[in-house]
Each structure stands twice: as C-alpha cells, then as structure tokens.
C-alpha cells in the first residue's frame, strides 16, 4: 500500500525542520491513521495537507485532528491563443527576459511581495524565514529553476518588476511568481508582466497556462480575470505541526 505522505526535502532544509506533504487530497477509510502512524515514523515537525474543498468529509477530519487552516488555492487558467487587453494599453518601460544584475532588485521585490500566502498566515513560520523564502525562490527561478524570468524594466533602466513561467509539459505552462515594485504598482505593469507571459508560452507551443494564487489576494485574483484567465480549481491549505 503506498504511502499517503511524502518528505518534503527542500523544505525541511530550508526551514531547518521536518515537513512533509500528504500526496492525496482527500482523507477516505483509515487514511487519517496511517497519516500520523508515517508521521510519527518519520519524525515529521509539520505537515501540508491540500485538500479538495468539496468533501466535508475531508475537512472535519483533518480538523478533528488538529490540522489548522492556513489558505484557500485557487487555480486559474487560460488558452495563449489571443493576447491580454493590456497589450493595447499605454505603457511606460519595457518587458525582457532577465540577466544576473536584475537578481538583487527581484529579491528585494520578492521580500514584501507575497505577505498573503500560507506561509506568513502560518505563526510558526518566522516572519524573518518567510521574507528569505521568496527571496531565495526569485534567485533560483533567475538561475535556471524557471524556463524563463521576464522583467518589467522603467524608464530609468531599473527592474521593478518580474514574472516567472514554468513549461510543465508540452501542452501546459504554469505562471509561478509575479511581483512589482511598490513604487511601480497601479501602471499596469502587472498585465502586461503576464501578457508577455502568454505570449512566451504562445511561442512555445504551449495551449494551457495556469497560474495559482490565493483567496485573501483579491488584487491577483483581479488581475488574472483581467488577462483572460478563469478559475478553474479551489483547495484548502492545512497544516499539521507535531512540536510541542
């Protein structure tokens, strides 16, 4: 019988502590027990659970047994085919793949870009940690862990913005991080980040683009619908901690 868990290694090195993810979304039969039985095996500090929102089931189960609500993961998606409305819109700056130099203004965006994601609404996550994640995340998606890293450039020549792209498959691409600037927000710098994020995808072949975000980051949500993407999932996020 396969495990229902699984060591969540980059994690568990980043945070200097155990943390693994339950590999299903649902919690059926006597899955709850064979959780915490490979829990306790393995000496598991936290665990992700992201559960399907539609079982009630599920959900009490995972709160009976102290798991705590930590986000809601909405997923959107859109076809390449046709470009963003913001491709027709005024824009001041320019939009080009990224170089080394961008690196310490994209980590300086990263490390106030994403305070509504799971890992600041989560307390035992130091606030300190949860900075250097995105700031270690926009580093390594420069280095090669994304296929492409598109930066919005000012006027001035200074990136103040980004937008990662991830070619899943040859049929799906996924949007992994977007961030602007504080002092570049309310321009459309962000539609037309993800409209050269279609279109870089559009010239690979790719017919599906996905991007996820969050359900309390209303601002992100609003600017996916306006670039042609629909919902097309939603999930809870739970997390499990087992230190005292």
Not at 12 to 35: E, K, L, P, Q, Y
Request: proline share 4%; charged share 25%; net charge negative.
């Amino acid at each position: 019988m396969p495990d229902l868990c699984e060591l969540a290694e980059w994690d568990s090195h980043f945070f200097s502590i155990r943390i693994a993810r339950a590999t299903a979304d649902r919690v059926v039969g006597d899955d709850m027990v064979r959780i915490m039985q490979w829990c306790s095996t393995n000496r598991i500090d936290c665990l992700y659970f992201l559960s399907t929102a539609d079982d009630a089931s599920t959900v009490r189960q995972l709160e009976d047994n102290h798991f705590r609500f930590v986000d809601v993961r909405l997923t959107f998606e859109r076809t390449p085919l046709g470009l963003p409305s913001a491709e027709q819109e005024p824009f001041s700056g320019s939009v080009r793949q990224c170089v080394p130099g961008d690196i310490p203004y994209l980590k300086a965006i990263a490390k106030a870009a994403y305070r509504d994601t799971r890992f600041y609404f989560d307390p035992n996550f130091s606030l300190a940690l949860c900075d250097a994640l995105y700031e270690t995340w926009i580093e390594k998606s420069c280095l090669g862990y994304a296929d492409a890293v598109l930066v919005y450039e000012t006027d001035e020549k200074r990136p103040a913005g980004y937008v990662t792209c991830h070619s899943l498959d040859s049929d799906h691409g996924q949007i992994g991080l977007v961030g602007v600037a504080l002092e570049a927000q309310g321009r459309g710098v962000g539609r037309h980040l993800v409209s050269h994020a279609v279109r870089w995808f559009a010239d690979q072949g790719i017919r599906r683009v996905s991007v996820v975000t969050q359900a309390r980051n209303w601002r992100a949500q609003r600017l996916y619908q306006h670039c042609g993407f629909l919902t097309t999932s939603v999930k809870l996020w739970y997390h499990r901690w087992f230190m005292p």
